[in-house]
């Protein structure tokens, strides 16, 4: 490892293991904002404004980039997942300061339709957008590294394959081979892996955004699409992020608090979209069923059987919102055309670091420390796969 490497990977030792303070971050980044497209502001932000933007409308691409004062190691493009508040999320923001602390520029987008909570084709031609002008801003020869976060790796790994000469690798966490058995899990909490299904606990926090996704498939009547979308978006804004919500029975109090919003003809199944009443699987199903390949543009296989760089599948076994099994998947995929390493972590959850015992830190130490190398390496890590 190079001199920059090793200083970086200290640095991202010292402040991504479980023993680093979860709120903190380091001090001295800046962050600038950048707009590449004009438009109305996507997200929570745009929402108390009371702008709204549907898929396919005008609305703004925005980049934000993260840097210390000192001198570039190399650069990351992150690919964010599904959340209203894109890079401005604080656990998102601070992993985005830990890179840069470390010595990467680290340029994240808000992509617009994944900060209104909607899976939509338009996140890749978006993200490519960010990795062209991303391009033009690196010297001559040099790449910048795509890391993805959760439903990221898709659009991650497409533009990985459209842009061959400029991503220099592909590393994902907490991202999905199959999109369909993502979605089932979100409401039945079955790993779907090829050598058996496995039951798992699952984030019921996330249902009011599947409900939002599957909405054209749900056959409720289009008059009610926008009350009980707008309703789910709320129910998110007010429960994502707070983990003691997740205990049976917390929910409840949150949807009748939001129930009166939506017409009487929708609220059971506004309440069953919460997950406060029984039956969501069985509606999740048919909705699937009705779509049949309405959302096969979400699969990252294409670009997995087109793509030409390096790939590092990274996934914390207790991931409660995308199943450990769908990194094996992405793991397989991959190998077959590039060079590719899984790693699986019990250090990590969907949401963050969590607490091991001695016993089980001392487990894990090997791949964290995996994980850190390649972060170590951003920009190079071709040649760590070599």
């Known amino acids: 490892m190079q001199a920059d490497q090793i200083r970086a990977l200290g640095r991202l030792l010292e402040w991504l293991g479980p023993w680093a303070p979860a709120r903190a971050m380091p001090r001295g980044i800046r962050r600038e904002r950048r707009v590449l497209r004009e438009g109305d502001v996507p997200g929570r932000r745009g929402r108390k404004a009371g702008q709204r933007c549907p898929p396919g409308a005008a609305t703004r691409l925005e980049v934000h980039e993260f840097r210390s004062a000192g001198p570039v190691a190399g650069t990351f493009l992150v690919a964010p997942g599904l959340h209203f508040d894109g890079p401005d999320d604080p656990r998102f923001e601070r992993f985005c300061r ?174 069953i979209g919460c997950g406060v009443r029984e039956g969501g699987a069985e509606l999740i199903e048919a909705a699937l069923g009705r779509a049949g390949g309405a959302a096969d543009f979400a699969s990252p296989r294409p670009a997995l059987a087109r793509i030409r760089c390096p790939v590092v599948v990274c996934h914390g076994r207790d991931d409660d919102v995308i199943p450990w099994g769908e990194a094996e998947k992405i793991h397989q995929a991959a190998r077959a055309r590039v060079p590719s390493r899984l790693l699986l972590t019990g250090l990590y959850g969907h949401t963050g670091a969590g607490r091991p015992s001695p016993l089980a830190l001392g487990r894990e130490a090997r791949t964290l420390l995996e994980i850190a190398r390649v972060l170590a390496a951003g920009g190079r890590v071709r040649e760590l796969m070599r």
């Open 98 to 271: 830990v890179l840069a602390h470390a010595g990467f520029r680290v340029v994240v987008p808000t992509l617009p339709t994944y900060a209104e909570l909607v899976v939509h084709e338009s996140a890749v031609d978006d993200l490519e957008i960010v990795a062209r002008d991303l391009g033009q801003r690196l010297a001559p020869g040099e790449r910048f590294t795509l890391f993805s976060i959760s439903f990221g790796s898709w659009p991650a790994l497409e533009v990985a394959a459209r842009l061959p000469d400029r991503v220099d690798a592909v590393v994902t966490f907490g991202g999905y081979a199959d999109f369909e058995a993502a979605i089932r899990f979100c409401v039945d909490g079955v790993m779907r892996r090829p050598g058996g299904d496995e039951q798992l606990t699952r984030d019921p926090l996330n249902q009011p955004a599947l409900f939002l996704n599957m909405l054209p498939w749900l056959e409720a009547p289009a008059d009610l699409h926008v009350p009980l979308a707008e309703a789910w978006r709320e129910m998110t804004y007010r429960t994502w992020g707070r983990m003691e919500l997740k205990a049976p029975g917390r929910l409840g109090p949150f949807a009748e608090a939001l129930v009166d919003r939506v017409p009487q003809a929708a609220r059971d199944l506004f309440l």
